[in-house]
């Protein structure tokens, strides 16, 4: 019995685990500089964004973020920010990176 639970546990670790081993924070960083700069500070070198958008540093430190939760987000289409074709290794990416920002 205990073989079988560590066996199921490996397989969803391998279906969930390596998914989010996998993404990539630095591309992330690239795509938040080239697609969300326009409205939300992503990295301490900007200086400048829309005033009522939270910086990626802020959206990293809220209590209820996850980098999975970011990156469904960023895959679902919203009426509050622009449509991004984001396939989705580039959404988990971005959610890496601000993961990353978090202190």
Not at 24 to 40: I, M, Q, S
Not at 64 to 69: L, Q, R, V, Y
Not at 81 to 101: G, K, Q, W
């Amino acid at each position: 019995m205990q073989i079988c639970h560590a066996a199921i546990f490996a397989v969803a670790f391998e279906l969930t685990g390596s998914a989010a081993l996998a993404a990539d924070a630095n591309h992330g960083a690239e795509l938040a500089k080239r697609w969300c700069a326009t409205c939300h500070v992503v990295s301490d070198d900007q200086k400048q964004a829309v005033a009522d958008v939270p910086p990626f540093a802020a959206v990293a430190r809220n209590p209820d973020f996850s980098p999975e939760k970011l990156a469904f987000f960023l895959l679902d289409p919203h009426p509050k920010m622009p449509n991004f074709p984001l396939n989705r290794a580039e959404a988990a990416d971005i959610a890496a990176y601000v993961a990353s920002l978090r202190k």
